[in-house]
């Protein structure tokens, strides 16, 4: 009986999945819960598992493509007996048993892919080392590919790389990698965040030569004894949207609607070697600084492990950007829809500052505001930014403030 998993609603009603990787091909033995796939939604790279034992009779895309939820992603055959008679009958050609040894591959056998023994992490390291899992000689028990194998192998292919001269990378050569996965869903957001949105960015200096020496003296008190400037931001951000609400509302184009939310939950935007997730720090303003800084330093290390649930990485009513220590003094960030709003904080350098009209040397940060020009206007950014510097410029007024 031929048996059609179709592609559920993995998180946030969605509507489709991208398939990244898939870890069985045509003819594979599948067990109940292996791992069959991997798929990305939105933001996140879910592992599917599956739900029978059986062989594998027909996917239902192929990596790169998008499988629309209430779609099969794969049919299997759970009779596998009558099975591999029928199809033997039926397919003669397209029949391997890949769970038995084979003296050979027939020539009309080359387009599929003989089935591997390797755990999960193992085929991601593969794929993060650029090695085909199908190349690699196993040593692992049963013949199953272990993480030394791949590396082994990874170092073998570098060290043939670097015996023979390689001319494809030469000025003029056509190189050119496919835009999928996490990539192909910025790729569509950005495109969508800038064709729909009439954006604009206000830029300013703050001095946080005060918080610099704030942020010294609380580094010591914290778990771990790390302490960034971005905890301090967050919740100072939290403050001024507050008394700005405008900036934490949500535009309902369809409806011609500007909504108000009272939620205050910040994406705080975090690299990844696949590209930018925005994980979500909850009702931020009901959080100390403290709570703040563990917070993030959960998200971004979950984030960057792939350990994100798709809820995590959605929800957000205000997006932070941060170009980190090595970037620019300004930048003009992209808002992340349905958002109407997003602030990008940059790079702290010593710079002149005036203090009581006495020229000093301060630590001065850049930061940028942008805004749907359809629902704030110029005066209110000018307020928003103004709100936030103080604050910024002043932390006694929140470092130390109570829950609310």
């Not at 084979?102 to 056998?109: A, E, F, K, Q, V």
């Not at 929800?315 to 090595?326: E, L, V």
Request: proline share 5%.
């Amino acid at each position: 009986m031929i048996k059609e998993f179709k592609l559920p609603d993995i998180g946030e009603g969605l509507h489709e999945a991208e398939v990244v990787t898939w870890f069985v091909n045509k003819g594979d033995r599948v067990q109940e819960n292996e791992n069959i796939a991997e798929v990305q939604t939105d933001k996140a790279v879910v592992e599917i598992t599956s739900p029978f034992s059986g062989t594998v009779y027909e996917r239902g895309g192929e990596e790169g493509e998008s499988v629309k939820v209430g779609d099969t992603l794969i049919s299997i055959e759970t009779d596998s007996e009558k099975a591999e008679v029928q199809k033997s009958k039926e397919e003669p050609s397209q029949i391997i048993i890949y769970d038995q040894p084979s003296s050979g591959s027939p020539s009309n056998h080359s387009s599929l892919k003989p089935r591997v023994k390797a755990a999960p992490t193992v085929r991601k390291l593969a794929r993060e080392l650029g090695v085909s899992i199908f190349e690699v000689t196993p040593t692992g028990k049963s013949g199953k590919i272990t993480a030394d194998d791949v590396r082994s192998h990874a170092k073998s292919e570098k060290d043939t790389h670097n015996e023979v001269p390689n001319h494809s990378k030469s000025p003029g050569s056509n190189l050119s990698e496919p835009i999928k996965g996490l990539r192909k869903k910025i790729f569509e957001n950005m495109t969508r965040s800038m064709t729909d949105i009439p954006q604009c960015t206000g830029m300013d200096e703050v001095d946080v030569s005060r918080l610099s020496e704030f942020r010294r003296l609380l580094k010591g008190e914290t778990p771990n004894g790390t302490l960034t400037y971005l905890p301090f931001i967050v919740k100072a951000v939290a403050l001024a949207l507050k008394e700005n609400p405008r900036f934490n509302g949500r535009v309902d184009t369809e409806n011609m609607l500007f909504h108000y939310q009272t939620d205050i939950h910040i994406g705080i935007a975090t690299a990844t070697e696949d590209g930018l997730l925005v994980p979500v720090l909850r009702s931020v303003d009901l959080l100390s600084i403290e709570e703040i800084a563990l917070g993030i330093e959960d998200l971004s290390t979950r984030a960057r492990t792939k350990k994100m649930k798709p809820s995590e990485l959605s929800g957000s009513t205000f997006t932070i950007s941060n170009t980190g220590k090595r970037g620019g003094f300004y930048a003009t960030p992209m808002i992340n829809p349905p958002e109407v709003a997003i602030l990008g904080i940059h790079a702290v350098k010593k710079k002149p500052v005036v203090i009581d009209n006495e020229l000093a040397i301060g630590d001065v940060m850049g930061t940028s505001i942008t805004f749907d020009h359809r629902v704030i206007d110029g005066e209110h950014c000018g307020q928003f930014m103004s709100t936030l510097k103080a604050y910024l410029e002043k932390p006694e007024l929140f470092v130390f403030k109570s829950k609310e």
